[in-house]
């Protein structure tokens, strides 16, 4: 029994995994289809934007964990005080990481495309947003409890 729930972890994380490539090869084929890259311009600008990539999910996958080391914690003065520290530190640490990376982006695109990286990002995210409320939507319209 042991063996077989780890196997269903293991494929549960396998297919969250998949799920999770599937939708970076979607970003980077929006990215692509919105910035317009010349040949030379790609060539230089996608390292960079994959080491940018990591850093932004590193941050956030480390957000995530310290999120969930605070649950079922008690919520007293000092704990929200503490919280709220480290919520800011994330947020100068992401910005920290977009103003760098603008710089880098500057040296191997013209500006209106670095303008145009960031404004395609925000607009792949919010697509993924509204299909993701659109299908809890639906799934609550036929009488299925959402996903977990």
């Given amino acids: 029994m042991f063996s077989a729930g780890s196997l269903l972890a293991q494929d549960a994380d396998q297919n969250d995994a998949s799920k999770q490539d599937k939708i970076k090869a979607l970003e980077v084929a929006y990215i692509a289809r919105e910035l317009d890259l010349t040949p030379e311009e790609a060539q230089k600008f996608w390292p960079l934007y994959n080491k940018y990539s990591k850093e932004i999910h590193d941050l956030i996958r480390e957000r995530k964990k310290k999120s969930q080391e605070l649950k079922g914690k008690p919520r007293t003065d000092d704990v929200a005080d503490a919280t709220l520290d480290k919520e ?47 299908r809890k939507d639906n799934r609550m319209m036929r009488g299925k409890p959402p996903r977990q």
């Avoid at 100068?92 to 960031?118: C, H, M, Q, S, W």
């Fill in 88 to 134: 800011l530190n994330y947020e100068r640490k992401l910005l920290d990481i977009k103003t760098r990376y603008r710089e880098e982006f500057g040296k191997v695109l013209p500006a209106r495309k670095v303008g145009n990286l960031y404004r395609a990002e925000r607009e792949f995210r919010g697509m993924m947003i509204r299909q993701l409320k659109e």
